[in-house]
């Protein structure tokens, strides 16, 4: 489809450059044989009235020749270079095709690949709530605590699916909505936030001397650091400490957020921020680590705030979150 509208979009191209080529080239044409046959016009008319001019045929054959001449080389000339102008305007007519349509391809392929990885997500624990449920209904001899197994399965299932449709419309406002923003103190938020966790004794919360205020919607800095802890907590031993410190640049501010385990692999590490990716090829393996929602969504809010979202990871060594987010504005 896109191939076709590169060349569609190319042709297009092509011909305003064409059709403002052969514009340019009749006016040139125009007005430089008129210049050229006015100036020899006047010279013929000069030359004429010369005493030792005898033979004025011979002078008008002369005028006519050379002004044949010069509209033949003027027309040369001129096709020369239309066809350097349509061979050049051609390659950069198509380089201009891909360039435009590059984007639009990119944000349809997204689109696709989001929708099909979706419809995979959903698909996957209705089936499973689908089976158990038929199951149970065809056994005859079902007890209360078989029942009540199922139902606790099946509502295991259904807060996944409700978890997955809340990111989902996350993803969704995001893309769609503008944010407002507002002075941010990163230490208390991040304090906020910690709370809010059960096994909060594991994440070790650094100082923020000096650190200025950030220039932020504050509700998204909060589901920011969630993420990010949430995501450290779940992959790293359950003993171990997961550091949170502050950190400045130039005219931005952050944080940090470091665990131990078993680290990302160099092949995967580009891919993490990728909607619906999971280490785990195997999708249907094991759902209690997410839908692979969480980072995808972490990276669009930076990106909003005009931010800046890094890791640095190896296989069975540290990974570090680092965020940076634009400063508030200082008052003069």
């Given at each position: 489809m ?12 092509a011909?305003?450059?064409?059709a ?16 050229v046959g ?28 050379q002004i044949?001449?010069?509209e033949?080389n003027?027309l040369?000339a001129?096709?020369?270079?239309n066809v350097v102008i349509?061979l050049?305007g051609?390659i ?7 360039r435009t ?5 990119e944000?349809?392929?997204?689109q696709?690949?989001?929708t ?9 624990p ?5 089976v ?6 065809r ?7 078989e ?5 606790s399965?099946n509502l295991?299932?259904v ?5 997955l449709?809340q990111t989902?419309?996350?993803l969704?406002q995001l893309?769609?909505?503008?944010i407002?923003r507002?002075?941010v ?6 304090k906020t ?10 994440i ?7 650190i200025?205020?950030v220039?932020?919607?504050?509700l998204?800095v909060?589901?920011l ?7 450290a ?25 470091e665990?131990t ?5 160099a ?7 990728d ?5 785990d090829a195997s999708?249907t ?8 929602l ?14 800046e ?9 540290a990974?570090t979150?680092r ?10």
């Amino acid at each position: 489809m896109f191939k076709s509208a590169t060349f569609k979009l190319t042709a297009w191209y092509a011909a305003i450059i064409t059709a403002i080529s052969l514009l340019f080239s009749v006016l040139i044409y125009t007005i430089a044989s008129t210049e050229v046959g006015s100036q020899l016009d006047d010279y013929l008319q000069k030359t004429s009235n010369l005493p030792y001019i005898s033979n004025q045929r011979a002078l008008e054959y002369i005028h006519d020749l050379q002004i044949e001449q010069a509209e033949s080389n003027l027309l040369g000339a001129l096709f020369v270079t239309n066809v350097v102008i349509w061979l050049a305007g051609g390659i950069g007519s198509y380089y201009l095709a891909k360039r435009t349509l590059k984007p639009i391809e990119e944000a349809h392929e997204a689109q696709s690949r989001f929708t099909s990885d979706a419809s995979h997500e959903l698909r996957t624990p209705l089936a499973s709530m689908k089976v158990e449920l038929e199951v149970a209904l065809r056994d005859p001899d079902l007890t209360k605590e078989e029942m009540r197994e199922l139902l606790s399965s099946n509502l295991e299932e259904v807060n996944k699916l409700t978890k997955l449709s809340q990111t989902l419309l996350q993803l969704s406002q995001l893309d769609h909505r503008a944010i407002t923003r507002e002075k941010v103190p990163l230490r208390k938020t991040a304090k906020t936030v910690v709370g809010r966790f059960k096994n909060n004794s594991r994440i070790a919360l650094g100082a923020a001397n000096k650190i200025p205020h950030v220039y932020a919607n504050e509700l998204n800095v909060e589901e920011l650091l969630t993420i990010l802890l949430d995501n450290a907590l779940k992959y790293s031993p359950p003993s171990s400490k997961v550091h949170v410190r502050f950190i400045r640049k130039r005219h931005m501010a952050g944080f940090e957020v470091e665990n131990t385990g078993k680290g990302i692999p160099a092949d995967i590490l580009p891919h993490i921020f990728d909607r619906f990716y999971r280490a785990d090829a195997s999708r249907t393996s094991n759902t209690s680590k997410g839908y692979g929602l969480g980072l995808s969504l972490a990276k669009k809010i930076v990106e909003l705030h005009e931010g800046e979202l890094t890791v640095t990871s190896a296989a069975n060594q540290a990974t570090t979150f680092r965020v940076l987010l634009p400063t508030a504005p200082t008052r003069k």
